[in-house]
């Protein structure tokens, strides 16, 4: 079982691209913070990032990729001399500039589901792939090409190539953090731990089936204290807390995209009775599963 993908299927990854454009001259770019995660492509030409707090810009190169989980405050500008004001957000520019261009391509990757996010949860603010990092060549460089060519092409179908692109573009930028192992704690830091991914491997490949911490450390070939004392350290939770959050999240998904009652839902993850299934789903979830049932029926009429 591969887990980031089944966490991605869960939480219903959509990605677009909804701007892009030609600068010159003096200009700026910056984020209305919309809490939504947010990228940016430097398609061509050199810029500089701008974040709060008096950090020192970063400068952006042609190929480079700029990703914020949580859209944090930033500008991208013509300058990497500090700004003497904060700008509005939005796009300042002026079209009779003349001279060099820089072509940035901006695009959001959004998640349907609404659940908990352990993915974006696990990076920091802002995330910088370098395109002259020889880690990234293999994916970044033809990928990026195929976006550039359907971004300037605007022809039939274009814009659901992109589209898809970019649901590629996220996981190779998730893959890429991981390889290079920058985390020592959250989901990502127990992708790239090998023992904890085997026991990750293992549960999400059979969710509904009785699991134990022993049972988890056995997949991972640790002892149980070892096991549970690592994932505690890694996660910032216990093994069997994931094990019922992740049942309940899956439980979630099933109550709005099926027709399953709440009865058999609590029976296929294994609990004895519907009443205990209502108490750990709304102790996990927040809400009850009958009030997540009844909000299904509203947004379908």
């Known amino acids: ?22 600068f010159c001259g003096s200009w700026s770019l910056s ?4 809490n939504i995660a947010k990228f940016h492509i430097v398609e061509r030409g050199t810029c500089w990032l701008h974040m709060p707090h008096g950090e020192q810009a970063i400068t952006l190169r042609s190929g480079d990729l700029i990703f914020f989980p949580r859209d944090a405050k930033h500008i991208i500008t013509d300058t990497s001399e500090p700004l003497s004001k ?10 009779a500039a003349t001279g060099p261009t820089t072509k940035i391509i901006c695009g959001s990757f959004q998640f349907e589901s609404g659940l908990v996010n352990p993915i974006l949860n ?7 792939i370098k395109s002259d990092d020889p ?10 090409r195929f976006i550039y060519q359907e971004t300037e092409n605007e022809s039939l179908g274009s814009a659901a190539v992109v589209d898809k692109l970019c649901d590629v573009l996220f996981v190779q930028i998730i893959k890429s953090w991981i ?37 988890l450390a056995e997949q991972a070939g640790m002892s149980r204290s070892a096991f549970a004392k690592r994932f505690q350290l890694i996660m910032g939770i216990t093994p069997m807390y994931y094990v019922a ?6 439980a979630h998904e099933l109550l709005i995209t099926t027709n399953k009652s709440i009865a058999q839902i609590a029976d296929d993850f294994t609990y004895q009775s519907e009443a205990s299934f209502r108490k750990a789903f709304k102790q996990h979830m927040g809400t009850p599963p009958g ?4 909000s299904k029926s509203t947004n379908s009429e």
């Not at 880690?135 to 990026?144: E, H, R, S």
């Not at 959050?245 to 899956?250: E, F, G, N, T, V």
């Not at 009030?291 to 009844?294: E, G």
């Open 86 to 95: 904060v700008l509005e957000p939005g796009i300042i520019s002026d079209p």
């Open 291 to 294: 009030a997540v049932r009844k």
């Open 31 to 34: 984020s209305p913070e919309s």
């Open 135 to 144: 880690d990234n060549t293999a994916w970044l460089d033809p990928l990026m």
């Open 122 to 128: 696990a990076l920091p603010d802002v995330v910088h």
């Open 245 to 250: 959050h992740w049942r309940m999240q899956c």
């Open 179 to 215: 390889n290079k192992k920058e985390t020592v704690s959250g989901f990502l830091a127990a992708l790239a731990d090998s023992q904890l991914y085997r026991a990750l491997q293992q549960f999400h490949a059979s969710p509904t089936s009785v699991w134990t911490v022993e049972l």
């Open 1 to 22: 079982m591969d887990v980031l993908s089944d966490v991605l299927k869960l939480l219903r990854l959509k990605a677009s691209v909804y701007f892009h454009a030609n």
